[in-house]
């Protein structure tokens, strides 16, 4: 069965980063890599008769007119996509990576995306989009649906592409974050890289051997891998030892669907997605 790495690209600044992202993962998984442009799909322009004033001759007229617009956006939607998905393939070829499919697809990412659950391994995306501003605390508003609809992993970009060297996972001894500490050691996307297990916690015993545990397990799979056991605030101190440690690429745990698992995880996940300037892994 084939793999594949799946770019959401836009055509926006922040696209250069996504296929740069994404083609280093494809070679990581030894993956072909798809670019996905997703169109949006207008709904057409209708001209209502409210009152007498107007002639039903001439409002079919202006409506007729209207109508050719339409097409015409439509026409012109599907050349841009045409261009952008043409100009990110030459990026990638001038940058030495083989020439990826393409694919353009009318409706909202969020839903175009799921029809891809079986077919992508991975999905790249940007955190910020075409018309969206570089606040650092602002998200697209297309990231946080795709994390609560998506099963797959979900790499989210930011900034320019650095090749990873270390990664850093959040880990709570949950067993979604255990789960999250299995993928890295047994996928290749890691391969090579220098693994770091961090815990914010009040110090236990419990969670020093859930800690090593972890550790362990990524040792045995080849990795250089270090473990931390952290107290006080988990934003703060995820970003400290973040930055400490020159730390390439985060890696969390998706939103859960119940409230509370969402105040638990979902809230530190939402807050590192804002606040943390380094792409981000988030793991089901």
Known sequence: MSTNVLAGIDGSKHTACVCDYA?????????????????????????????????????????AELADLDKKRAELAKEQSRLILNQASQHLQQAGYPEPRTI???????????????YADLVVLGRRGTNEDDSPERL???VEQVIRTTDKPLLLTDGEFTPPQRI??????????????????????????????????GPSEEKQTQ?????????????????????????????AYQEKQNIDLMVMGAYGHSRIRLWLLGSITNLMLQESHKPMLILR
């Open 23 to 63: 083609a280093w993962a494809a070679q990581q998984l030894s993956a072909s890599l798809v670019l996905l442009n997703v169109l949006h799909k207008p709904e057409p322009t209708l001209l209502y008769n409210v009152g007498a004033t107007a002639s039903l001759s001439a409002q079919d007229k202006v409506q």
């Open 104 to 118: 353009s697809r009318e409706g909202r990412l969020v839903h175009v995306l799921e029809q891809y659950d079986d």
């Open 140 to 142: 697209g508003g297309h």
């Open 168 to 201: 850093m996972i959040a880990f709570d001894g949950s067993a979604t974050t255990r789960k999250g500490v299995e993928y890295i050691a047994r996928s290749p996307l890691f391969k090579g890289l220098e693994c770091h297990v961090v815990m914010v916690a």
């Open 211 to 239: 800690l090593e545990a972890a550790r362990q397990l990524l040792e045995d799979a080849g990795h250089q891998a270090t473990a931390a056991l952290l107290q006080g605030e988990v934003k703060k101190n995820l970003l």
